[in-house]
């Protein structure tokens, strides 16, 4: 078979074993990545609260340092106590207290994630890749159908993530049905993460329910903070904690993608103000140049020697696959919906990862799988849409918002940590 259907030959690490890597000994805060012995976290006191007579609030210089302000930032003291059952009487007010804190930034650890050590997912992806879009859409779908299909909870674990979303994710985009504003640079004031943890129930057949946790770490990164490599390590520490990567890729920005695009898409043939180039003319920002400097981050870290994969597991989504014409998608299996049974489909895994190879060298963008396959022993390749059709100006179309097969690559990932089941439904 020929055409971007085809089965093109290529690197790849879809039908491995999945090797997932094991908890760390310690805790790395999800704030400031410091990796922390057991020992060492803190326990903050729970404080005054009506007739109960705790410690005042005082000002916590290394939290308002983290952040940079101290609006916040007075709050009952951070102590050091012996034992780690999972509370300790405050040494001052003597009350028992269960809140735990980073020693480094002494932002809250939550109980949860200290006592079964998550999982810290990086997003990146260059200008116009659509990230913003993608977390708000990500997380509204893990806290309603996908988490319901997952028998999952997504919890903030700060007032500041569960402020941030709604200010700047949810209610544009979700509530007001306006498309969310490409991303400031880092360069011009801190941002924070938005910091979770997805907690998921796994009930055996013969065995009491158990919970896996998984610490959902996102940066929504300007593509100008990806343009060099001491940018990169500025601003994508976090980076360097990464259990695994999320890369997102805009389809214009691949050189042979536009001849596949639907027309009157802004940067399709023939539509206004389109050109036969990339959708940027920055090579800073082309896909495979922001994934080679995030390798080189990532081998920093791991210390590898030149020629080894690399352990991390990496998702590869091509986004906004609605503009793609319908002639490309019929009788693929980026064309069809998931079951929804909250397992992965294996066999559906398979046909989407070759699906999107074969677009990719059908684009002339086949080095990407090729370096893919060369520097990470674990990755696979999606495609999808967090809109779920083209936008209106600058708002979200008249549908609403429609993501299809969003949460993918996180679905992935579940399996690969060992937190979701496998299946091959025509029992293969």
Known sequence: MTGPLARVPGAGSLHRPARPR?????VTCPYCFASVAPQRILFRCRGQSGRRQGCAPVLDEDL????????????????????RAGRADCPDCGLPTGNRACPECHNPLPSAYCDSPGRIVALVGAKNAGKSTYIAVLLHELMNRVGTE??????ACDDRTIERYKRDFARPLLEERRLLPTTASAATGPREPLVYLLTRTRRGRFSRPRNDSLALVLFDTAGEDLRSREATDLHLRYLEAADAVIFLVDPLELPGARSG??????????????????????????????????????????GTRPGEPLPVP?????????????????????????????????DDREAVNEQVRALLHEWQAGQLDTYLGQQFADHALFGLSALGAAPEGERVGAGGVRPYRAEDPLLWLLHRFGMLDGVRPGGA
């Open 314 to 346: 990496v998702a590869v989504a091509l986004t906004k696959i609605d503009m793609l014409r319908p002639g490309l998608l019929e009788q693929s299996a980026l064309h069809r919906s998931r079951s929804g049974q909250g397992v992965l489909d294996l």
């Open 150 to 155: 997952l028998d999952a909870s997504l919890v």
């Open 261 to 302: 695009v639907r027309d009157g898409v802004p940067g399709a043939p023939g539509a206004s103000g389109a050109s036969g180039g990339p959708h940027s003319a920055d090579p800073d920002s082309e896909p495979l140049n922001v994934i080679a400097r995030v390798t080189e981050t990532l081998r920093q870290r791991h």
């Open 22 to 26: 094991g908890f760390r000994k310690g």
């Open 64 to 83: 308002a340092a983290y952040t940079g302000s101290t609006a916040g930032a007075s709050l009952p003291p951070v102590f050091a106590a012996s034992g």
